[in-house]
């Protein structure tokens, strides 16, 4: 099967999480919005009035079926391609781990938009300092130690053990996209999550994501996306 991937062409964003997991397994798919009228197309999806048609980007269409939100898609493709355990529990456990990634990825976008993306950054600048010293003083230690202990309870390469599933491929993600956003910090936090930074780097090598990773299908961060760098959140003056 040839899937359909629909999110927007210029970020990683949420559709970054399920690109990883297609990537790895070798899955064959199109991005459909970095092509040619791929924009037009995905928004018609999103204003039909029939079928199941999903609220927003990242969506899938694999066959007659359109699977919406990340963590679903990601459920979807870990029981087909060898990303998830075969028993239902362990399905459902990597799900509600992966869910758990989910929060805390809306808690990284509100470090710069913490009042809302209707607004620009330059517009809440204060309530966003205050976030992300907040996000970085309870929710970061909060969120990677109980993956990090995850980790180490387990005593395998991955958060599940030996085998590999697509919360690792996710935990690489955000291991990276703090890297971007908050270099300063993300240097400083690194020596309390030994096991994450391990967890990256065995992703980052393994043959079809290190491959994607120098491919042109790599979307670099940018300011556009979840991860942005304000180096004034990084703790840094904006005149250093």
Do not use: C
């Amino acid at each position: 099967m040839k899937y359909e991937l629909y999110y927007w062409p210029e970020i990683q964003g949420r559709g970054e999480y399920v690109r990883l997991a297609l990537e790895e397994a070798g899955a064959a798919y199109v991005d459909v919005a970095r092509g040619p009228r791929g924009t037009a197309a995905m928004m018609k999806m999103m204003d039909a009035h029939e079928g199941t048609p999903p609220f927003a980007p990242p969506f899938l269409k694999a066959g007659k079926l359109v699977i919406g939100q990340t963590a679903n898609i990601l459920l979807y493709l870990g029981g087909r391609h060898a990303l998830a355990p075969k028993s239902e529990a362990g399905q459902l456990w990597v799900h509600q781990l992966q869910l758990t990634i989910t929060d805390l990825v809306v808690e990284i976008h509100d470090t710069h938009h913490p009042l809302g993306p209707s607004l620009y950054y330059e517009d809440q600048k204060p309530p966003a300092k205050k976030r992300t010293a907040d996000f970085w003083g309870e929710r970061v230690p909060k969120y990677l130690g109980y993956f990090e202990q995850l980790l180490r309870d387990n005593g395998g390469a991955y958060v599940t053990g030996r085998r590999l599933t697509y919360v690792d491929l996710s935990l690489f993600q955000i291991v990276a996209g703090l890297r971007y956003a908050f270099p300063k910090r993300m240097k400083a936090f690194e020596t309390d999550i030994p096991g994450l930074v391990g967890l990256h780097d065995r992703v980052a090598a393994r043959p079809n994501i290190k491959a994607y990773l120098e491919s042109r299908r790599r979307i670099a961060f940018n300011e556009q996306g979840i991860f942005r760098r304000y180096r004034e959140l990084d703790g840094q003056s904006t005149a250093e």
